[in-house]
Each structure stands twice: as C-alpha cells, then as structure tokens.
C-alpha cells in the first residue's frame, strides 16, 4: 500500500490515524521482535511533548547481540542515504542534556517518533520538535523519525534536515523522488548516524531500523503496520485519501 497523500485530510483525521499506527508498532515490537528484557510503550514522558513510542529496557536485561539483534558490520540497514556527524560539533549540545528513563527505573534506549502537523504548524514547534530529538540523542537515545508530511515553511528540509543542522555543517537537502523522510538515528558518543530513506507519495514504506544500542538494531515493520492502521480508519477518510471523493 503506498503512502498517502496526509494534507488532504483535517489535522484530527491524521491524528486518529497517528494513533493507531502507535498502538500497531507496539503490538509488533512486542509480539516478539524486542529482544527478550525490552518492551515498547507509547507516550511515557510526561512532561513537554513526549515520543509517540519508547522501547525500554528492564535492569537485568542483557545488551542485544547475536540472534537478538542485527550487528551493522555484518548487515548494515537498507537504505538509500547514510549520514555521519560532522566531527567539528562533537555534541555540542551535550552539556545542556538530561538522561531521560522511565519513572519505575527501566532505561529508555530507543523512541520513535512520528511527526504531526502540530510538529510543523509554527516556526516555534518545529524548534522544539527538534530540540526535543537532539536532546534524546544527545542523552544516548536511539531515534527513529517518521515524516510523512511535506517540507514546508516553518521546515524547509524537513524535520529530519532540521534535525541533522545540530549535527553536520553540511545541510541535508530533500530529494525530489524523496521528499518526505524517514530517519533512524544511532546515537554514538562523537554524534548519531543517520539511517535515511527518502519517501514519496505513492511509494510503499520500508522496514527500518531501530537501534537499540550502538551497531545493534532491529528492523521496524512500518508498511506491515501502517496498513494495519489505515485498515482501521473510516471509509469515507479512506475515499477522501485515495482521491475518490473531497471535502
């Protein structure tokens, strides 16, 4: 199923929609592709504008490796753009990050992120957005970002080029086949690299990865779960999606 043309729909069509596709990549990281002592849960911090999903770690649980991740040296993520930090900002927002864990003392290690319109509507959204992903990182948490909207005023290059300007000089622009984007983001100690597949409308999505920890990751079912979603949303928002019908 190819993605969907979201600015033809209400900010609260999308929203339900957003809501849906969290509770099926919950159900998926934690039908068993979270390596045994990892679990995911949606919305858990409670103050500010928290991620959509986290995956933690309980205590006693052991790093990934093996048969419970996938190791990038022996199978690095399929996808058409890989970025590294530019070693000249070595975190430089480091100093101003906090360690952010769950209430009950289990480890946030990953959080995925997918964007919304109230991410993008103002200038000083998008900023916190990416503040928000920047300290994450910073604090050494992984990151996996869904954009599905459009660049537009307030984020020329998309959140996710917005996000890269904290990390390399050189700006990352969308491409034209590409322009919406989804970004996995492995957080490292000089800077995270980023995972980039370029998307477009029309386009089906590809599994990406999460990291769970450095040269580790698991790879996400987002078309798998993004149809499930989209099954569950109302006919008529389904026509209006898939051009059938305006409002």
């Not at 002592?37 to 959509?52: F, K, L, T, V």
């Not at 990050?97 to 964007?115: Q, T």
């Amino acid at each position: 199923m190819p993605v969907h043309d979201w600015t033809r729909v209400d900010a609260g069509t999308f929203h339900a929609f957003h809501q849906a596709w969290i509770t099926h990549l919950m159900e998926s990281l934690n039908g068993g592709l979270l390596p045994e002592g990892y679990y995911a849960m949606g919305e858990q911090i409670a103050s500010g504008r928290g991620p959509d999903v986290l995956a933690l770690r309980v205590p006693s649980a052991r790093p990934p490796a093996g048969s419970q991740g996938v190791a990038v040296a022996e199978r690095a993520p399929k996808v058409r753009v890989r970025l590294h930090p530019d070693e000249s900002t070595l975190y430089h927002r480091k100093i101003d990050s906090l360690v952010v864990r769950h209430a009950s003392g289990h480890e946030v290690v990953a959080m995925i992120e997918i964007i919304s319109r109230a991410n993008k509507d103002r200038s000083s959204h998008v900023a916190d957005t990416v503040q928000k992903i920047t300290r994450f990182l910073a604090a050494g948490v992984h990151i996996l970002l869904i954009d599905l909207l459009p660049p537009g005023k307030h984020d020329p290059s998309g959140i996710h080029g917005r996000v890269w300007e904290s990390f390399n000089s050189e700006p990352y622009s969308p491409l034209a086949d590409g322009p919406l984007a989804l970004a996995s983001y492995e957080s490292t100690p000089i800077g995270p690299e980023a995972y980039v597949e370029p998307v477009a409308v029309g386009q089906p999505l590809i599994d990406m990865p999460i990291f769970l920890q450095e040269e580790y990751y698991i790879n996400v079912p987002l078309e798998a779960t993004y149809q499930a979603a989209y099954r569950g949303m109302p006919a008529f928002w389904r026509d209006v999606l898939e051009g059938k019908t305006t409002v």
